[in-house]
């Protein structure tokens, strides 16, 4: 692993309903390297392994062979809560990656704070105020105004746009985005993508992104991968990737 390796996958594999006549091996011999400062987007069929290719990441699901470490750290058989440390993660569900019950400012304040122990009660001042109001205004969604709403009366957008910004705000070295705007109206996808490009940027993160919207594939990040039946069909970046174009990928499908 070199100084700009965040995340290594070797010879990975995922085999679901082993030994019965339901098997479906899913993940065939992956190997991955994702570099510091890569925005990756992935595409590919239903079915292709796109979203068990990042619960494996994630920890979500546990690998059958192979190996999966970031920064130097063996983290094959580590729990969701361990790579926490590293990994955030942004869900297709909007509801997924906040607490509804909870005030905005309180969802900002325990992602910041993620890594210790604290009391909400004792978390509340003038100056996380202004410092929350200031991140929030950013959005363009009129979230610095409403601090004190519990975040279950937002809208799916602002919601989202909360929960990237919570996923953000830890530095990790790895993003996740889960479809993350799968769920959105168009217009309010739109706009979430493009705060996510400005934040991933701004805070020069390294992300891996699946995404079914071919056009968010092509138009962001500097690398893209194609998965199809558990293998990774397609792996282009930089120069490569910036003279793809839509019907080039729609035929990689046939």
Do not use: C
Request: net charge neutral; proline share 2%; no cysteine.
């Amino acid at each position: 692993m070199t100084n700009s390796d965040i995340l290594k996958i070797q010879n990975l594999q995922k085999v679901f309903f082993p030994g019965t006549i339901n098997q479906r091996h899913i993940l065939k011999d992956i190997n991955l390297t994702i570099n510091s400062g890569d925005f990756i987007s992935v595409i590919g069929n239903n079915g292709a392994g796109k979203s068990t290719l990042l619960n494996t990441i994630a920890g979500n699901l546990p690998v059958d062979a192979g190996s999966v470490t970031i920064l130097g750290n063996d983290i094959t058989n580590a729990s969701v809560a361990s790579r926490s440390k590293w990994i955030s993660r942004v869900f297709q569900d909007p509801k997924l990656g906040t607490a509804g019950e909870l005030t905005v400012a309180e969802n900002l304040a325990l992602s910041e704070k993620k890594h210790r122990h604290f009391n909400l009660h004792f978390y509340h001042s003038a100056e996380r105020d202004r410092r929350f109001t200031t991140l929030l205004s950013r959005l363009n969604m009129g979230l610095e105004d409403r601090l004190n709403t519990q975040v279950k009366y937002l809208s799916g957008g602002q919601r989202q746009a909360l929960s990237l910004l919570m996923a953000t705000l830890s530095q990790p070295d790895l993003l996740l985005l889960d479809e993350h705007t799968a769920a959105l109206d168009p217009y309010t996808s739109s706009e979430v993508m493009h705060l996510t490009n400005d934040i991933i940027s701004e805070r020069h993160l390294t992300s891996l992104m699946i995404t079914h919207k071919m056009e968010d594939a092509l138009q962001y990040g500097n690398r893209l991968l194609m998965v199809q039946d558990g293998q990774i069909k397609l792996d282009v970046r930089g120069a490569d990737k910036q003279r793809l174009r839509k019907a080039e990928l729609l035929d990689l499908f046939n």
